[in-house]
Nanobody
């Protein structure tokens, strides 16, 4: 089991930037995948971005954030990040750090349902 603790949410104006971080602890494996999902009020939780925890730097993004958000990792610090630029009001959500501890598929086929460990969430609010 892994434990995930997010930080970095807040209030920002449209067009601004925020960086979320997620401290990862517990046992991970060479095929672990870390990522971010979000849930807006009244909506289902949706996939945002994912990155392999070790090995290559394969990443995947939801179409809605591609080109604006960047996921990265720092294995020395056991931390993943989500750099969010050009934020829009529709990005307003609770953002959750997530982990698929053992993921055997290709990152291109990863879905929100494949994540099995979750952080507590951090609120991101983008004002217009």
């Amino acid at each position: 089991q892994v434990q995930l603790i997010e930080a970095g949410g807040g209030l920002v104006q449209a067009g601004g930037s925020l960086r979320l971080s997620c401290a990862v602890s517990g046992r991970t494996f060479s095929n672990s995948v870390m990522g971010w999902c979000r849930q807006a009020p009244g909506k289902e939780r949706e996939f945002v971005a994912a990155i392999r925890w070790s090995g290559g730097s394969s990443t995947r993004y939801a179409d809605s954030v591609k080109g604006r958000f960047t996921i990265s990792r720092d294995n020395a610090k056991n931390t993943i990040y989500l750099q969010m630029d050009s934020l829009k009001p529709e990005d307003t959500s609770v953002y959750y750090c997530a982990a698929s501890v053992r993921y055997y598929g290709g990152i291109s086929s990863l879905r929100e349902a494949d994540f099995s460990s979750w952080g507590q969430g951090t609120q991101v609010t983008v004002s217009s």
